[in-house]
């Protein structure tokens, strides 16, 4: 929705409680009443959470501070701080006085706890909003009794009402008289736009400081009494049975080691410090049964994935262009470890974890350990990254199942090799894209994506849909869902048809960051490329002529002009400029890529060299926007991960096993490959909600990069990332799976 926000008038809840409590009323927008209406994954989700946005409260403490458990994930992307900004602008109290803490697990939340989707701002921004706005309107109302003046001569300003004798009193004073002994029904008004005094201005990360000082508390930073280090000997191919352990009672005598147990995914071992897990791991001789993906390669599942390419229509009689692009498994450990405390009884159990579907995973942690769900309480820590990655709960349910084999309480983290090579992965895919034209029209674009299966087993973040994602035919109806709603057509191409084929579900993988946006918005803007050439058209010219609405072609123009567009560049340096829509947002980026034999073949250390990236301009509409701060740093991350997907992260999988082992040899984009020059433009908008943007930058910059690189090298790359064909490290054995600790500190394994 566009333009200025309607002033009508929305309810809320004032809930029973000694201190003031407010929630928001269940106000459906009116567009997304009609389900014939719903146009997008994101208008999906925001639907499905709105039954239950009246179950989340703030409260107005005594102290004059507000406290919101948020029931959302904070992985990294800021939406801790974009929350205590709506708290504060409704509330007119400063920022730093909002406590946003993460919910634990809450089943009657039903929809309305799962992080993902680039989602939590848009389905979040007017239920939170409400709740504060319930809870200024009671605070105004209490202190027209407390000062005897009405309500209309009252001032609320940096938490402190005061009247217009100048007499003030804080909410904390307030917030017990504020309160009701019954719930009742409140009408608010939003704070106009053009009173916004937060929204919209940049704030800094409300845990910005503790980020930097070594404060901030993750799940391995908590104390949880009686939990030990804990780790897992894996297979060495992926998804192997664990079957004898030869040497067991020789492990169990090692020094500080307190257990050893076999559990589903291998043998744990649970020790006093991680370094002696470490130890115990590596001297552990398993013997395994085979895996889900035993003695594949990367060539086979190319051949299963040929096999299964659906066709695309009839060749029309008109010149096509025609290409398959093929993208290689890509790995989604986040800088933070898998990891999760566990302390499981024989009547309850209580998990500690960074968790996106914390409803999904308290309930199948209950099922395996056989307890009622009412007695596993599951808490969401703030997690190190996730990238998708954390809407699977892998090492929350292998921390309860070993807590309950051994009878204590167990703090388990994975090792950045069993990360890589057990975690969670993007899957390899292909995309065949043919695009029919004819004179100075596009007649037709079809797209036909194959893939290896994408695990969205989480479903929509509850039981219901979890349990039927997790069936063969519900998970590939999931997948349809996802794919269709998430991918556009933002240009004007005649008739357009995408299809999604998915085979082979023997590999652990999950909605990395963009889930199929990167690889099929890649392989469609490569062949507007080759297409504009047919056409003889400029690359950006182009697009601008084709692509449907302003908003887009607004941010194209933008990077054009901001970037130079067509500015005279070295032999072998060449532009890139590419556009991609989803989550109510649109963006354009134009990278230069320097291809010059210098630069590619320049000597690396513990790295791969290759083109790099020099400039990068980005361009972004993202609607309303709470942090332009965070919007920033959404965005700078977006193109890391853009150029990495092009130029240099790929997993290489060779007989069942893949061969990077952490990130020494899995290559992101590293500092020396970071534009020097970027630049992020946040397009004004007077829209009055906001899109989602926490993916929306990975997509164009991947693409941009890959249509520099044809044009630098005069060959339209096929093949991702472009680095793959070269294998750039020696791999790690996997077995023993792990390396050994690190003894000198100075280099690691």
């Known amino acids: ?30 567009a997304a009443a009609d389900p014939t209406e719903l146009l997008d994954l994101n208008d999906i989700m925001t639907a499905a959470s709105l039954p239950t946005s009246g179950l989340i409260t703030v409260d107005v403490n005594t102290d004059g501070t507000v406290s919101f458990a948020l029931p959302r994930a904070e992985v990294g992307q800021g939406i801790t701080t974009s929350t205590a900004m709506l708290i504060a602008e409704e509330l007119a109290v400063p920022v730093g006085r909002v406590r946003v803490t993460l919910a634990d697990a809450r089943p009657e939340l039903l929809f309305n706890q799962l992080t993902g989707g680039s989602n939590t701002t848009i389905s979040t921004f007017t239920p939170i909003r409400v709740a504060a706005a319930v809870a200024r309107e009671r605070l105004l109302a209490a202190a027209s009794s407390w000062f005897g003046a009405p309500v209309d001569h009252l001032r609320l300003r940096d938490g402190v009402i005061s ?74 191919t992926i998804n192997g049975r664990p079957g004898p352990v030869a040497n067991l009672a020789e492990v169990r005598a090692m ?75 890509r790995g989604n450990s986040a800088l933070e470890p898998n990891c999760a405390i566990a302390d499981v009884r024989a009547d309850r159990a209580e998990i500690w974890s960074a968790l996106k579907s914390p409803i999904v995973a308290a309930k199948t942690i209950a099922a395996r350990l056989g307890l009622p769900a009412g007695r596993v309480t599951v808490h969401v820590t703030e997690g190190g990254g996730s990238f998708g990655r954390k809407l699977f ?39 065949l894209v043919r695009i029919a034209y004819a004179g100075g029209l596009v007649l037709s674009y079809e797209q036909r994506h194959t893939s290896v299966a994408t695990d969205l087993g989480h479903g929509l973040g509850e039981l219901l849909t979890a349990t039927l994602a997790q069936l063969p035919v519900g998970d590939a109806a999931f997948a349809q869902v996802f794919f269709q709603f998430s991918q556009t057509s933002p240009y004007r191409f005649g008739s357009t048809s995408r299809l999604l084929n998915e085979v082979d579900r023997g590999f652990n993988t999950g909605s990395m960051r963009n889930v199929y946006s990167p690889d099929a918005t890649c392989a469609r803007e490569l062949m507007i490329d080759r297409l504009a050439a047919r056409m003889g058209s400029d690359p950006y010219r182009f697009r601008l002529d084709f692509l449907r609405d302003a908003r887009a072609r607004a941010v194209l123009r933008a990077v054009a002009e901001a970037g130079g567009w067509g500015r005279a560049l070295p032999a072998g340096v060449a532009q890139g400029i590419a556009f991609h829509s989803e989550y109510k947002s649109v963006s354009a980026v134009l990278v230069e890529l320097d291809c010059r034999p210098a630069t590619v073949g320049r000597p690396i250390r513990d790295g791969v060299g290759g083109p790099r990236v020099t400039r990068a301009v980005l361009a972004v509409d993202a609607g309303l926007v709470v942090n332009p701060r965070g919007l920033d740093a959404q965005m700078m991350g977006g193109i890391m991960d853009g150029i990495a997907l092009t130029l240099t992260s790929g997993l290489h999988l060779r007989d069942g096993h893949f061969l990077e082992a ?70 790690k054995p996997t077995v023993p799976p792990i390396p050994a600790s690190p003894a000198d500190g100075a280099r690691r394994g």
């Open 1 to 30: 929705m566009t333009g200025p926000l309607p002033r009508r008038r929305l309810f809320g809840y004032v809930l029973a409680a000694p201190i003031l409590v407010t929630a928001a009323g269940f106000t459906p927008e009116p």
């Open 393 to 431: 709960f892998d090492a929350a349910l292998e921390a309860a199942e070993i807590s309950q084999k051994i009878r204590k309480p167990v703090k388990l983290m994975w090792h950045r090799a069993d990360d890589v090579r057990q975690g969670r992965t993007h899957p390899m895919a292909t995309s």
């Open 163 to 236: 009247d217009r004798t100048g007499r003030r009193v804080g909410i904390g004073a307030l917030a017990a008289g504020a309160a009701s002994d019954r719930t009742i029904a409140v009408p608010v008004d939003l704070t106009a736009r053009e009173s916004f005094t937060v929204i919209g201005r940049p704030h800094g990360r409300v845990d910005a400081l503790d980020a930097v000082t070594g404060r901030k508390t993750f799940a391995m930073d908590l104390d949880v009494p009686g939990a030990a280090p804990a780790m897992v000997c894996r297979p060495p």
């Open 255 to 329: 020094p500080g080691v307190t257990d050893v147990v076999t559990v589903s995914t291998g043998v744990a071992v649970r020790a006093a410090t991680f370094g002696q897990c470490i130890d115990a791991v590596r001297a552990l001789r398993v013997i395994w049964g085979p895996g889900t993906a035993e003695g594949k390669s990367d060539d086979t599942v190319l051949r299963s994935l040929a096999a299964a390419e659906l066709p695309l229509g009839p060749r029309p009689p008109t010149p096509v262009v025609e290409e398959r692009f093929t993208f290689a498994f």
């Open 662 to 731: 952490s990130w020494d040899d899995y290559f992101y984009t590293r500092q020396w490959n970071v534009p020097p020059d970027l630049r992020i433009i946040i397009m004004p908008s007077d829209s009055a909600q906001p899109g989602g943007a926490g993916e929306l930058a990975v997509a164009a910059s991947a693409a941009a990069v890959a249509c520099a690189y044809g044009r630098a090298t005069g060959t339209v790359p096929t093949r991702f990332p472009i680095n793959h064909g070269t294998l750039s490290f020696t791999p």
